[in-house]
């Protein structure tokens, strides 16, 4: 039982440089969702997905796209990096009403822009 | 500005000792869950409340949800070091808005 899959585990980059962070889940959830983790900030919201297809911005997506082609995969794409994307980057999702029923989380991407 | 606050932010305490850990806010929720995280993971869910005023257990783990769904607490009864973690609150605002508070990390001394 995978759960939630996150890839890289690490990742360091450039400023300017772009990348993929990937996130797979085998639970069949419809809603999946990208956080991002600072020390005293706690998770804030990136995107989200209700659904393939459907995608709507969190509380902080400025730098950040998503796509949703398969209920499965949910990346999140950095365009061009700069150092105030360096955080801990978690994926979550959950069934239908997932804000009751509670979010799967993987386990991070840890990302450093220099 | 934070919509949930957590306190104490750091929390140290002995092998044995009750801790009670709060989670505050002034916007109403129609549900308020509360996670565990230990280092490297991705938080892990321990409950959910709904209900004003509802108290839940799980095991030595007590909580509670305030009568306005403005707040929570969560009470550990003779805390044990596998209870070392971050502890994280977290408001839902809908289906599918989860607000999380700033988390407290508490250390458990054996």
């Known amino acids: 039982n995978a759960g939630v899959t996150q890839t890289p585990k690490f990742q360091v980059l450039k400023t300017g440089q772009s990348m993929t962070l990937q996130c797979a889940q085998d639970m069949n959830h419809e809603y999946m969702s990208w956080y991002r983790q600072d020390p005293g900030m706690g998770l804030r919201l990136i995107h989200y997905?209700?659904?393939?297809?459907?995608?709507d911005q969190g509380e902080v997506p400025n730098g950040y796209n998503v796509s949703r082609s398969t209920t499965e995969d949910f990346p999140l794409r950095l365009l061009s990096a700069a150092p105030s994307q360096t955080s801990v980057y978690f994926c979550a999702s959950s069934p239908p009403q997932g804000s009751y029923y509670g979010y799967t989380f993987g386990s991070g991407t840890r990302l450093t822009v220099v | 500005t934070q919509l949930l606050e957590q306190s104490p932010q750091f929390l140290s305490i002995q092998e044995g000792e009750n801790l009670t850990v709060y989670c505050n806010s002034s916007?109403?929720?129609?549900?308020l869950q509360w996670y565990r995280q230990e280092p490297g993971e991705g938080p892990v869910l321990l409950v959910t409340v709904v209900t004003g005023g509802e108290v839940k257990k799980l095991k030595r783990l007590t909580f509670q949800f305030g009568d306005a769904r403005k707040d929570s607490s969560l009470h550990i009864t003779a805390a044990q070091p596998g209870d070392t973690g971050l502890y994280l609150c977290a408001g839902a605002r809908g289906a599918n808005n989860l607000f999380f508070g700033t988390g407290t990390r508490l250390t458990v001394i054996p």
């Open positions: 997905s209700v659904g393939a297809g459907i995608t």
């Open positions: 916007s109403v929720f129609s549900s």
